[in-house]
């Protein structure tokens, strides 16, 4: 047996040790360490007996188990530890071997190390790896950017570990330079938090509005799953809601109202807003969470405020018809804020990223993974300058049969006193997107009249900037033009 491996991993927790296995299973020798002994003799004995996958005990050794230029994998808690672990193994590395951070790093971080090991003659590589437990042992969606000389050394095992879209397609290609790899992760992880919020306020309508059981329930998500709607997140709702605890009473209504989060989500909210881009239905997504972990105010607050009642009168089926049309539409909104962000993030990290080529990565093994990501990829092979999806003909089409269910959806929500933030700001945002003209005006010449910040002229070119003496006591000192 040869003990010279063809990859190696650092960090033996559940997505390490499961992608370990991935490759293995695909025909490639791996080399493994962790921080504690304890866990790689366990990984060895248990998991991994058998294989050919070598145990190291200190990254000297770890490095002299991998034949060169070496590749390494990184999957550790992002932050302070991906740096301790690069200095570890520095001082083993030579001019031309690879080190890949696996973990949910912020791009900045990852543009930063591609920089400083490209000085020291040392190939980087931040991936995104979407598909938990499940999918880094069977097939995740991966999304690898960095040194563009380093994709070469590595795209055949990342294409043979990830997972495959219907078509047989690997859902893994190059991103981009820099961090370009760990953005698109990102923005996927806010698209994430997107599709779980709009999921969980269908279920608080169909369970408080329409009074529907677990089991009911249950059973529309899996219709919903046969449809337009099918996708990951959808598949196992159905499934979640027909789990019953030992008791025999729905184990979902056993589990605390508080989200937690990690961190991913709220990047996208601030890196949207530092961009100019209205993700509006990712914001609500990530502040629902928010307001979800101050349950003890939340508590106190219903004792001071007459409910309304939430039940519907309505004929059930004509509801949860509407309901699907909103949840779709919604979902195609949440999609497109998406491509809006690594479209201008992409023009101003100069990183060139083939938005269907991003569509196939998503396409299998990630969170998101839905039927309609086959859509988004056909819409920007047809036009890769598509400014927005949902201006695409199809999408157009969807959105167009949805609205008035749309529409439908969010009133009963407000009638019935259920907060549906996610649903309701992407409603906001299509028709804001499909207004030729908004009330900035008004809010423009507020600021002009209260700062002199200035304005622009319907009737005048673009770029020509004016101020108004509003009050007949300021002067005609403007404070500059602005930038929107």
Known sequence: MSQEAQIGLVGL???????????????YRVAVYNRTREKTDDFLAGP?????????????????????????????????????????LLPYLEPGDLLIDGGNSHYPDTERRTAELAEKGLLYIGTGVSGGEEGARHGPSIMPGGNEKAWPLIKDIFQAIAARTPDDEPCCDWVGKGGAGHYVKMVHNGIEYGDMQLIGEAYHLMK??????????????????????????????GDILG???????PLVEKILDTAGQKGTGKWTVVDGAQLGIPITLIAEAVFSRCLSARKDERIA???????????????????????????????????AQG???????????????????????????CIIRSAFLSDIKRAFRQDPELVNLIVD??????????????????????????????????????????????????LQAQRDYFGAHTYERVDQPRGRFFHTNWTGRGGDVASGSYEV
Do not use: C
């Open 339 to 365: 491509f809006m962000l690594i479209r201008e993030a992409s023009r101003e990290h100069g990183w060139h990223i083939d938005y269907g080529a991003v569509a196939t990565m998503w396409r299998g093994g």
């Open 393 to 442: 003909p199809h999408f157009r089409e969807v959105i167009a049969e949805a609205v008035p269910g749309w529409r439908r959806t969010i009133t009963r929500g407000v009638q019935s006193g259920i907060p549906l933030p996610s649903l309701s700001s992407a409603l906001a945002f299509f028709d804001g997107y499909r207004t030729a003209r908004l009330p900035a005006n008004l």
């Open 208 to 237: 408080d509005a329409l009074g529907m059981s677990h089991d009911e329930m249950a059973s529309v998500f899996r219709k919903w799953n046969d449809g337009p709607l099918q996708s990951y997140l959808i598949e196992i709702t």
């Open 48 to 88: 991994a007996s058998g294989r050919e996958i070598y145990g190291a005990y200190s990254p000297e050794q770890f490095v002299s188990r991998l034949e060169r230029p070496r590749k390494i994998v990184l999957m550790v808690k992002a932050g302070s530890v991906v740096d301790s672990s690069i200095e570890k």
């Open 301 to 335: 607050a219903s004792q001071e405020f007459q409910g309304v009642e939430p039940k519907l009168s309505e004929d059930r089926d004509a509801v949860l018809a509407d309901l699907e049309h909103a949840l779709l539409a919604a979902k195609i909104s949440s999609y």
């Open 243 to 249: 789990t019953r605890d030992e008791d025999g009473a």
């Open 13 to 27: 927790a559940v997505m390490g040790q499961n992608l370990v296995l991935n490759m293995n299973d695909r025909g």
